[in-house]
Each structure stands twice: as structure tokens, then as C-alpha cells.
């Protein structure tokens, strides 16, 4: 007499560590590719804001610069006064731009790795539920 063939629970443990840890190692591959795309695009966006933070910068000391050419000309004859002050206003107008538009990315950016944290909150509340289901 044969004894019946064991349930598929019961086929051995080998199997169901190799299937676990598969399962595992697909998980996190897949976590570890979704922080290397966000560590990309926060590098790429710290970049931009750091070129505008620069350029910001550096036209509103342009305008400072032309700005006091302004009051040092303010008392000199009369034409040149106005190309001063239109060269200095438009440097202080677009660095103040330059510098509102940084401030709006770092503002509005989402915070760093908020998909991976996300996906590892799902992954965790998952496994809690199949390990609370097995024990029930």
C-alpha cells in the first residue's frame, strides 16, 4: 500500500525559502532602481536650482554694481543717468526672478525618495497582512 502524495505545503521547505527569497531579492532590485531614478532627479533638480541661485547671484551684483554707478553719475551730467538706472533695474528685476524661481522648485520639490519610502511602506503593510492571514 502507497501512501498518498504529501500536500504542497509539506513538499519541503527548500522550495518554499527558494520562492520566499526570489521574491525578496525582486523586491528590493526593484526598490533600489526606483531611489536610483529619484537620486537622479533630485541631483538634476539641485543642479538647476544651484545655476539659479548662481545666476541670481551674480546679476544682482551687476546691479548693485551699476546701481552705485548710478549715485556716483546721479551728480554728473544729465543722458547718462537714465541707461544706468534702466541696465541696473532690469539686473535686479531678473535676478530677483532667478532667485524667486529656485526658491519655487525647492519649494514645490517633493520630498527626496517619498516613491521609495512609499513603495517600502506598501511592501511592509503586505507582508504584515500575508503574516497576520498564515497565522490566523
Known sequence: MSLPDAP??????????????????????TRAELASVEFTEERERLTKRLA????????????????GAFVIVLF????????IAAVALAHLAVGLVL???????????????AATIDELRKDKELLERALDDRGD
Open 8 to 29: 504542497a505545503e509539506r513538499q519541503g521547505l527548500r522550495p518554499a525559502v527558494t520562492r520566499v527569497a526570489r521574491a525578496l531579492v525582486g523586491m528590493l532590485s
Open 52 to 67: 539659479l541661485v548662481a545666476g541670481g547671484g551674480l546679476l544682482l551684483a551687476f546691479g548693485a554694481l551699476f546701481a
Open 76 to 83: 554728473w551730467d544729465t543722458h547718462r543717468l537714465a541707461a
Open 99 to 113: 532667485l524667486a524661481k529656485a526658491k519655487a522648485i525647492g519649494r514645490d520639490a517633493p520630498s527626496p525618495f
